[in-house]
């Protein structure tokens, strides 16, 4: 079963690299799919379906098509697409943002100390999450609606403007 | 972990759909005659000849509905949980428990929803 | 291993046996809504069956046809479309479970590819990969009309798929589980209890949002022939051409399937309840085939009788007269044998397999008879405008399955 760890690993590291060296935004966007499926693979090796499914009903089915859809809305060239080199300084500003990420998720990853190996059962099910998330992070659930509403009335603001030209 | 055995069908599907689907492609490849001239392997507009690119940008429409998609899937995300739930917290006589914390987030929705509807941003033109 | 394999590959061979019988109801549905007569010319040694056979020269005409990549088109996404439109149809059957589980000694042994705790997540999360395929199409192929019969059905696609997903919720709270076993269990044999009667408007919503999904008319707005000539498969030929066409009647075979476990039952046999099927499937498979070799009987004969104005002077001609005798022949054979050996009796596992087969058909009948539905609606209704269909979806299907998300919630807790 490491194996499939190391791959469905390995799979999501290479298509999470080919995201960001794609010219080509849609074969990112694309790239990125893989690297959902993968993640999606690794949460099924640790039994947490539901979270699996919702990582592609949501990441891959809602949110990278919205991705793609706005590829498609700029619709760039291939010429455009060239001329396109970001400066040194924000390579540079990226790459130290990227790097601060990584070393707060490694570091959170470090502290993590539960056992992963003997779950308890049903854990990941549908039930137990969806016990907890009504039960002890009701509060969270609420502030994501409000959240989920600005949004809402945020992408009506900003698509109105642009329609009034 | 022999638990994960039980997916292994999962697998297996997904390389059946690959398989099958990439046959069709190299039958096509491989039985297809292949005599391509300029005019056949030209955009196709009904005969006429083609005029400027299809890289044109196009509608913002579609982008809000692209975005409308996403918050309401979210929600519904939310929802499938709540929904399978419903049976268990009545059996223990607590229903109204899980009822009411969906009811208020799918107003705070329903509200948005109906501020797009009366500003029109549901309206396609 | 063995049987985990032939649990996927059974029903894959079950549904793309019931493809050429979909277009072919298709094909003939439509000529005679028309009024006309439809295939009828295809044969193999005079044998035409009614136009059946049509679908087989259909796919090897499409073998040979010259594969076009446009130059102006993306080779990459071009190819990789229809691809996963192809592998993603292929995908969503595995968790339909096809009959009740048998009781093993090892255990329950489920008629279905795949147990999921997550089961009907799993359709919707594999289906809305298929937008993919129809976006990356009319991308891919850089053809105006393409981009737009793409844009218009990937926006079609999301915007019904919320309602697709919304319209069941309804469903779940009453089973309280996501499995399609578990969901068809909850409704019980039963006929009153079926989901269609206890969820009407969330069938209904279900259906039509389905209908939207597989982009059939009245929706079928990302192909309208007169706007955008065939939408996003405008540049496509060969076979990445067959995989869509081949990808959307699958994902109709599932559409209907879905229908059919969700709201009609799915395999439960109206009326008889799984035990009662078990202790009788040996009388009730006794009489099913004295009454088919009586009505082979019986249908032979004016097939016999009847006789064709057209004369092809070829082996069309006889057709009629050889499928007769087979017919009769297949006929008296049923009799004599049903009637020589009496009535059947099943025992221990024997009795579950032919419950089991007896599920199954009522569950092909079931998904059959969508695939009429489908057929039928797409030759009565005109299609939408855009506008209207956008409307359609959010200002009347999306507020619609919320209130009864309510109404099922309320009314569930009340009881």
């Given at each position: 079963?490491?194996?499939?760890?190391?791959?469905?690993?390995?799979?999501?590291?290479?298509?999470?690299?080919?995201?960001?060296?794609?010219?080509?935004?849609?074969?990112?966007?694309?790239?990125?799919?893989?690297?959902?499926?993968?993640?999606?693979?690794?949460?099924?090796?640790?039994?947490?379906?539901?979270?699996?499914?919702?990582?592609?009903?949501?990441?891959?089915?809602?949110?990278?098509?919205?991705?793609?859809?706005?590829?498609?809305?700029?619709?760039?060239?291939?010429?455009?697409?060239?001329?396109?080199?970001?400066?040194?300084?924000?390579?540079?500003?990226?790459?130290?943002?990227?790097?601060?990420?990584?070393?707060?998720l490694w570091w959170g990853v470090s502290k993590f100390e539960g056992d992963v190996k003997n779950l308890p059962q049903g854990f990941g099910s549908i039930i137990n999450s969806g016990k907890l998330l009504f039960t002890e992070y009701v509060l969270a659930f609420e502030i994501a609606g409000i959240l989920l509403t600005v949004a809402l009335i945020g992408a009506l603001v900003l698509a109105k403007r642009r329609l009034k030209i | 972990m022999e638990g994960l055995q039980h997916y292994t069908p999962l697998l297996m599907i997904f390389g059946l759909g690959i398989v099958f689907a990439g046959l069709f492609l190299l039958l096509a490849y491989a039985f297809g005659p292949k005599n391509p001239t300029a005019s056949k392997l030209d955009v196709y507009e009904c005969g006429v000849p083609s005029m400027g690119s299809a890289r044109e940008r196009f509608s913002v429409k579609f982008f809000l509905v692209a975005m409308l998609f996403l918050l309401f899937d979210v929600e519904v995300v939310f929802l499938f949980p709540w929904a399978v739930l419903l049976k268990t917290f009545k059996e223990a006589g607590m229903g109204a428990a899980v009822f009411w914390p969906m009811f208020v987030f799918l107003a705070m929705l329903g509200l948005g929803l109906l501020y797009e509807w009366r500003r029109g941003g549901l309206d396609w033109d | 291993?063995?049987?985990?394999?032939?649990?996927?590959?059974?029903?894959?061979?079950?549904?793309?046996?019931?493809?050429?019988?979909?277009?072919?109801?298709?094909r003939k549905g439509a000529s005679y809504i028309q009024d006309r007569r439809g295939p009828n010319r295809a044969n193999i040694f005079g044998i035409r069956l009614g136009g059946?056979?049509?679908?087989?020269?259909?796919?090897?005409?499409?073998?040979?046809?010259?594969?076009?990549?446009?130059t102006r088109a993306n080779r990459f996404i071009y190819t990789i479309a229809p691809f996963i439109s192809m592998a993603v149809a292929c995908m969503t059957f595995a968790v339909i479970p096809w009959a009740a589980p048998l009781a093993l000694e090892k255990g329950s042994f489920a008629l279905q590819a795949l147990e999921m705790n997550v089961g009907i997540l799993y359709i919707f999360a594999i289906a809305s990969i298929g937008v993919y395929g129809v976006m990356l199409a009319g991308w891919g192929s850089n053809n105006k009309y393409s981009l737009l019969g793409g844009l218009r059905a990937s926006s079609?696609?999301?915007?019904?798929?919320?309602?697709?997903?919304?319209?069941?919720?309804?469903?779940?709270?009453?089973?309280?589980?996501?499995?399609?076993?578990?969901?068809?269990?909850?409704?019980s044999s039963n006929?009153?209890?079926?989901?269609?009667?206890?969820?009407?408007?969330?069938?209904?919503?279900?259906?039509?949002?389905?209908?939207?999904?597989?982009?059939r008319t009245p929706f079928d707005l990302p192909e309208a022939e007169a706007e955008l000539v065939a939408g996003y498969h405008t540049e496509y030929s060969s076979l990445k051409f067959a995989l869509f066409y081949m990808a959307?009647?699958?994902?109709?075979?599932?559409?209907?399937?879905?229908?059919?476990?969700?709201?009609f039952g799915g395999w439960q046999v109206p009326f008889l309840t799984t035990d009662l099927l078990r202790e009788h499937a040996g009388i009730i498979i006794h009489y099913s085939?004295?009454?088919?070799?009586?009505?082979?009987?019986?249908?032979?004969?004016?097939?016999?009788?009847?006789?064709?104005?057209?004369?092809?002077?070829?082996?069309?001609?006889?057709?009629?007269?050889?499928?007769s005798v087979i017919l009769f022949i297949v006929g008296i054979a049923l009799l004599a044998w049903r009637a020589a050996s009496g009535e059947l009796f099943f025992e221990g596992l024997a009795a579950q397999i032919a419950a089991a087969a007896l599920q199954v058909g009522i569950f092909i009948g079931k998904i059959l008879f969508f695939c009429w539905f489908f057929v039928w609606v797409r030759w009565t209704l005109p299609r939408f405008r855009y506008d209207q269909l956008m409307q359609l979806g959010w200002k009347a299907m999306l507020p619609l399955a919320l209130l009864n998300l309510f109404v099922t919630a309320g009314v569930y807790l009340l009881l």
């Open positions: 079963m490491t194996i499939l760890f190391y791959i469905l690993a390995g799979l999501a590291l290479i298509s999470a690299i080919a995201v960001i060296s794609f010219r080509q935004p849609v074969y990112s966007a694309l790239s990125l799919v893989v690297t959902l499926f993968s993640l999606a693979g690794l949460y099924l090796t640790l039994h947490a379906e539901f979270l699996a499914i919702i990582q592609i009903l949501t990441y891959a089915g809602a949110i990278l098509i919205l991705f793609v859809f706005i590829i498609m809305l700029l619709n760039l060239n291939d010429d455009e697409l060239k001329e396109q080199t970001p400066a040194l300084w924000r390579r540079i500003v990226l790459a130290l943002l990227g790097g601060f990420t990584f070393a707060g | - | 291993m063995l049987t985990m394999s032939l649990k996927i590959i059974i029903p894959f061979v079950l549904i793309l046996q019931i493809l050429p019988i979909f277009i072919w109801m298709e059946l056979v049509h679908t087989l020269p259909d796919v090897i005409k499409l073998i040979f046809k010259e594969d076009i990549i446009p079609q696609m999301i915007s019904y798929e919320l309602t697709l997903s919304l319209s069941i919720v309804g469903v779940l709270i009453l089973s309280g589980s996501l499995e399609l076993g578990a969901i068809v269990e909850s409704q006929l009153f209890s079926w989901n269609f009667i206890r969820q009407p408007l969330g069938c209904l919503l279900f259906i039509v949002a389905a209908v939207a999904e597989t982009n959307e009647y699958v994902n109709m075979i599932v559409a209907s399937a879905l229908m059919a476990t969700l709201f085939l004295l009454g088919m070799g009586a009505m082979a009987l019986l249908g032979s004969i004016p097939l016999f009788l009847y006789k064709s104005r057209v004369h092809y002077g070829d082996a069309r001609d006889t057709e009629t007269k050889k499928l």
